[in-house]
């Protein structure tokens, strides 16, 4: 399957993607999260846990370096464990708090700085790229499992005019 690209011109084609995105997960869904800092990488996460249902703030885990939402998915309750890696000095750290254990096949993780948790870090079946492109955002998703597949396919998602 071709990799999915859009172009996101403003933050509310963001947060739409974000929605889109929330209707087309499935439990156990590891996505990784690349680009610069203000890329957008958490305000999609944001989008995306408040779609699916979580009411109330989406923080972001810049210094827990991890935080679970319960949402419904698909009729389904299960956690969203959002992860942002970006101050853990190593993949060790990683380990030590348990936080490999979240990736049971269940629970969907959406890690951002990934490369940060590097080898430790079990395998994404979504790679979103984000970059910054004049006003808005460039923005790539690469399916890189059958779940990844399967999810890439059910997103329907057309930027707001």
Not at 66 to 73: A, G, N, T
Request: proline share 9%; hydrophobic share 40%.
């Amino acid at each position: 399957m071709q990799p999915f690209t859009a172009y996101l011109p403003d933050e509310s084609a963001t947060l739409a993607l974000g929605a889109a995105l929330a209707r087309a997960v499935v439990p156990g869904l590891v996505i990784y999260l690349h680009g610069d800092l203000g890329a957008g990488k958490t305000a999609l996460t944001r989008a995306l846990i408040q779609a699916a249902g979580h009411k109330g703030t989406v923080k972001s885990p810049t210094y827990t370096l991890s935080e679970p939402y319960r949402v419904q998915v698909d009729g389904q309750a299960l956690n969203i464990i959002h992860y942002d890696l970006y101050r853990m000095s190593s993949p060790e750290e990683f380990l030590d708090a348990g936080f490999r254990e979240d990736f049971d096949g269940q629970n969907i993780c959406i890690v951002e700085w990934p490369e940060k948790g590097e080898p430790v870090l079990p395998s994404p079946d979504v790679r979103v790229l984000l970059n910054v492109s004049g006003a808005g955002r460039a923005v790539e998703l690469q399916a890189l499992s059958p779940q990844g597949l399967l999810c890439l396919d059910r997103l329907s998602f057309a930027p707001p005019p």
